[in-house]
T-cell receptor, first 114, second 113 residues
Framework: NAGVTQTPKFRILKIGQSMTLQCTQD?????MYWYRQDPGMGLKLIYY???????DKGEVPNGYNVSRSTTEDFPLRLELAAPSQTSVYFC?????????????FGEGSWLTVV | AQSVTQLDSHVSVSEGTPVLLRCNYS??????LFWYVQHPNKGLQLLLK??????LVKGINGFEAEFKKSETSFHLTKPSAHMSDAAEYFC???????????FGAGTRLFVKA
Protein backbone atom coordinates (compact mmCIF):
# COMPACT_ATOMS: atom_id res chain seq x y z
CA ASN A 1 0.00 0.00 0.00
CA ALA A 2 2.10 2.90 -1.31
CA GLY A 3 -0.25 5.78 -0.41
CA VAL A 4 1.23 9.11 -1.50
CA THR A 5 4.59 8.95 -3.24
CA GLN A 6 6.62 12.01 -4.08
CA THR A 7 9.98 12.41 -5.79
CA PRO A 8 12.71 13.48 -5.55
CA LYS A 9 13.43 13.29 -1.83
CA PHE A 10 16.26 15.81 -1.98
CA ARG A 11 17.26 18.33 -4.59
CA ILE A 12 19.59 21.30 -4.84
CA LEU A 13 18.71 23.90 -7.43
CA LYS A 14 20.53 26.97 -8.63
CA ILE A 15 18.74 30.30 -8.70
CA GLY A 16 16.74 30.62 -11.88
CA GLN A 17 16.55 26.90 -12.61
CA SER A 18 13.26 25.07 -12.97
CA MET A 19 12.15 21.70 -11.75
CA THR A 20 9.12 19.53 -11.18
CA LEU A 21 8.24 17.70 -8.00
CA GLN A 22 6.32 14.58 -8.84
CA CYS A 23 3.44 13.26 -6.75
CA THR A 24 1.25 10.23 -7.24
CA GLN A 25 -1.33 8.54 -5.04
CA ASP A 26 -2.91 5.11 -5.36
CA UNK A 27 -5.92 5.62 -3.10
CA UNK A 28 -8.22 6.98 -5.82
CA UNK A 29 -8.55 10.24 -3.90
CA UNK A 30 -10.16 13.17 -5.64
CA UNK A 31 -8.45 15.83 -3.53
CA MET A 32 -4.74 16.46 -3.77
CA TYR A 33 -2.59 19.18 -2.22
CA TRP A 34 0.86 20.65 -2.19
CA TYR A 35 2.16 22.17 1.02
CA ARG A 36 5.42 23.74 1.98
CA GLN A 37 6.90 23.62 5.45
CA ASP A 38 9.38 26.21 6.60
CA PRO A 39 11.36 25.84 9.85
CA GLY A 40 9.25 26.55 12.91
CA MET A 41 6.14 27.03 10.84
CA GLY A 42 3.09 24.99 10.14
CA LEU A 43 2.30 23.80 6.66
CA LYS A 44 1.21 26.36 4.12
CA LEU A 45 -0.99 25.33 1.22
CA ILE A 46 0.48 26.11 -2.20
CA TYR A 47 -2.08 24.61 -4.57
CA TYR A 48 -4.84 22.08 -4.39
CA UNK A 49 -7.00 20.08 -6.76
CA UNK A 50 -10.49 18.70 -6.30
CA UNK A 51 -10.28 16.38 -9.27
CA UNK A 52 -8.65 15.75 -12.61
CA UNK A 53 -8.53 18.92 -14.66
CA UNK A 54 -9.31 21.22 -11.71
CA UNK A 55 -6.72 23.13 -9.72
CA ASP A 56 -6.83 26.17 -7.50
CA LYS A 57 -4.47 28.41 -5.59
CA GLY A 58 -3.85 28.00 -1.93
CA GLU A 59 -2.26 30.39 0.51
CA VAL A 60 1.21 30.73 -1.08
CA PRO A 61 0.98 29.99 -4.84
CA ASN A 62 3.45 32.54 -6.23
CA GLY A 63 6.36 30.97 -8.08
CA TYR A 64 4.64 27.62 -8.55
CA ASN A 65 2.41 25.90 -11.06
CA VAL A 66 0.48 22.66 -10.99
CA SER A 67 -1.49 20.43 -13.29
CA ARG A 68 -3.85 17.53 -12.72
CA SER A 69 -4.30 15.49 -15.86
CA THR A 70 -5.15 12.27 -14.01
CA THR A 71 -6.65 11.38 -10.65
CA GLU A 72 -3.36 9.82 -9.53
CA ASP A 73 -0.83 12.51 -10.40
CA PHE A 74 -0.37 16.07 -9.20
CA PRO A 75 3.05 17.49 -10.15
CA LEU A 76 4.30 20.80 -8.78
CA ARG A 77 6.48 22.93 -11.02
CA LEU A 78 8.90 25.57 -9.82
CA GLU A 79 9.77 28.12 -12.48
CA LEU A 80 12.80 30.34 -11.95
CA ALA A 81 13.76 29.01 -8.54
CA ALA A 82 14.50 31.55 -5.84
CA PRO A 83 16.17 31.15 -2.41
CA SER A 84 12.80 31.87 -0.79
CA GLN A 85 11.60 28.57 -2.21
CA THR A 86 14.05 26.62 -0.09
CA SER A 87 11.70 24.49 1.95
CA VAL A 88 10.30 21.04 2.53
CA TYR A 89 7.44 20.22 0.20
CA PHE A 90 4.68 17.77 1.01
CA CYS A 91 2.19 16.31 -1.38
CA UNK A 92 -1.02 15.03 0.18
CA UNK A 93 -4.39 13.62 -0.74
CA UNK A 94 -7.82 13.04 0.78
CA UNK A 95 -11.03 11.41 -0.32
CA UNK A 96 -13.07 14.57 -0.07
CA UNK A 97 -13.64 17.94 1.41
CA UNK A 98 -16.23 16.81 3.89
CA UNK A 99 -15.78 17.12 7.59
CA UNK A 100 -13.32 14.69 9.05
CA UNK A 101 -11.58 13.57 5.92
CA UNK A 102 -8.09 12.46 6.78
CA UNK A 103 -5.31 13.99 4.73
CA UNK A 104 -2.59 11.51 3.81
CA PHE A 105 0.90 12.86 3.29
CA GLY A 106 3.90 11.86 1.28
CA GLU A 107 7.30 11.71 2.96
CA GLY A 108 8.43 15.10 1.76
CA SER A 109 10.87 16.63 -0.69
CA TRP A 110 13.72 18.73 0.66
CA LEU A 111 14.56 21.49 -1.78
CA THR A 112 17.47 23.90 -1.45
CA VAL A 113 17.90 26.82 -3.82
CA VAL A 114 21.43 28.27 -3.90
CA ALA B 1 -12.11 33.04 10.35
CA GLN B 2 -10.26 29.96 11.38
CA SER B 3 -7.08 29.81 13.35
CA VAL B 4 -5.16 27.32 15.43
CA THR B 5 -2.61 28.08 18.12
CA GLN B 6 -0.25 25.56 19.59
CA LEU B 7 0.67 27.09 22.89
CA ASP B 8 4.14 25.56 23.24
CA SER B 9 6.80 25.41 20.57
CA HIS B 10 8.81 22.89 22.62
CA VAL B 11 7.85 20.44 25.35
CA SER B 12 10.34 18.30 27.22
CA VAL B 13 9.32 15.34 29.40
CA SER B 14 11.04 12.39 30.98
CA GLU B 15 10.32 8.90 29.76
CA GLY B 16 7.39 7.41 31.64
CA THR B 17 5.85 10.76 32.60
CA PRO B 18 2.66 12.26 31.14
CA VAL B 19 2.61 14.28 27.95
CA LEU B 20 0.43 17.36 27.40
CA LEU B 21 0.54 19.28 24.12
CA ARG B 22 -1.81 22.22 24.04
CA CYS B 23 -3.91 23.45 21.14
CA ASN B 24 -6.51 26.22 20.97
CA TYR B 25 -8.58 26.92 17.91
CA SER B 26 -11.13 29.32 16.55
CA UNK B 27 -13.67 28.50 13.90
CA UNK B 28 -16.86 30.06 12.61
CA UNK B 29 -18.38 26.66 11.98
CA UNK B 30 -18.36 23.28 13.63
CA UNK B 31 -14.77 22.27 13.09
CA UNK B 32 -13.03 19.01 12.57
CA LEU B 33 -9.82 18.80 14.55
CA PHE B 34 -6.82 16.61 14.01
CA TRP B 35 -3.46 15.85 15.54
CA TYR B 36 -0.65 14.76 13.24
CA VAL B 37 2.83 13.58 14.19
CA GLN B 38 5.95 14.09 12.12
CA HIS B 39 9.08 12.10 12.86
CA PRO B 40 12.38 13.48 11.57
CA ASN B 41 12.63 13.46 7.79
CA LYS B 42 9.22 11.84 7.47
CA GLY B 43 5.78 12.89 6.30
CA LEU B 44 2.91 13.65 8.64
CA GLN B 45 0.98 10.77 10.13
CA LEU B 46 -2.53 11.06 11.57
CA LEU B 47 -2.67 10.45 15.33
CA LEU B 48 -6.36 11.11 15.89
CA LYS B 49 -9.29 13.22 14.76
CA UNK B 50 -12.44 14.76 16.17
CA UNK B 51 -15.48 15.03 13.90
CA UNK B 52 -18.40 15.99 16.20
CA UNK B 53 -18.87 12.55 17.72
CA UNK B 54 -17.43 11.70 21.14
CA UNK B 55 -15.52 14.59 22.65
CA LEU B 56 -12.77 12.32 23.98
CA VAL B 57 -10.92 10.89 21.05
CA LYS B 58 -8.47 8.02 21.26
CA GLY B 59 -5.71 7.71 18.73
CA ILE B 60 -2.74 5.57 17.94
CA ASN B 61 0.21 4.86 20.23
CA GLY B 62 -1.75 5.64 23.41
CA PHE B 63 -2.50 9.27 22.58
CA GLU B 64 -5.86 10.88 23.18
CA ALA B 65 -7.36 14.34 22.94
CA GLU B 66 -10.43 16.01 24.37
CA PHE B 67 -12.53 18.50 22.46
CA LYS B 68 -13.69 21.27 24.80
CA LYS B 69 -15.97 23.65 22.99
CA SER B 70 -16.32 26.04 25.92
CA GLU B 71 -12.54 26.42 26.07
CA THR B 72 -12.00 26.10 22.29
CA SER B 73 -9.27 23.62 23.05
CA PHE B 74 -8.13 20.27 21.72
CA HIS B 75 -5.18 19.28 23.88
CA LEU B 76 -3.23 16.09 23.18
CA THR B 77 -2.27 13.83 26.06
CA LYS B 78 -0.54 10.56 26.75
CA PRO B 79 -0.23 9.00 30.20
CA SER B 80 3.34 7.79 29.81
CA ALA B 81 5.89 9.08 27.33
CA HIS B 82 8.12 6.76 25.37
CA MET B 83 11.38 7.64 23.69
CA SER B 84 9.79 6.89 20.32
CA ASP B 85 7.26 9.70 20.93
CA ALA B 86 9.95 12.31 20.33
CA ALA B 87 8.72 14.13 17.22
CA GLU B 88 6.92 17.22 15.99
CA TYR B 89 3.18 17.38 16.59
CA PHE B 90 0.73 19.48 14.60
CA CYS B 91 -2.77 20.47 15.58
CA UNK B 92 -5.00 20.99 12.56
CA UNK B 93 -8.46 22.53 12.18
CA UNK B 94 -10.67 21.90 9.20
CA UNK B 95 -13.74 24.01 8.56
CA UNK B 96 -17.00 22.66 7.23
CA UNK B 97 -17.81 26.07 5.81
CA UNK B 98 -15.47 25.71 2.89
CA UNK B 99 -12.16 24.38 1.78
CA UNK B 100 -10.03 25.47 4.70
CA UNK B 101 -7.51 23.42 6.60
CA UNK B 102 -5.20 25.30 8.93
CA PHE B 103 -2.08 23.83 10.50
CA GLY B 104 -0.66 24.97 13.79
CA ALA B 105 3.01 25.91 13.94
CA GLY B 106 3.89 22.63 15.62
CA THR B 107 5.16 21.51 19.02
CA ARG B 108 8.45 19.69 19.25
CA LEU B 109 8.32 16.97 21.90
CA PHE B 110 11.57 15.92 23.52
CA VAL B 111 11.67 12.79 25.66
CA LYS B 112 14.53 12.38 28.12
CA ALA B 113 15.74 9.00 29.30
Amino acid sequence: NAGVTQTPKFRILKIGQSMTLQCTQDMNHNYMYWYRQDPGMGLKLIYYSVGAGITDKGEVPNGYNVSRSTTEDFPLRLELAAPSQTSVYFCASSSGQFTGNTIYFGEGSWLTVV
Amino acid sequence: AQSVTQLDSHVSVSEGTPVLLRCNYSSSYSPSLFWYVQHPNKGLQLLLKYTSAATLVKGINGFEAEFKKSETSFHLTKPSAHMSDAAEYFCVVSDTGGFKTIFGAGTRLFVKA
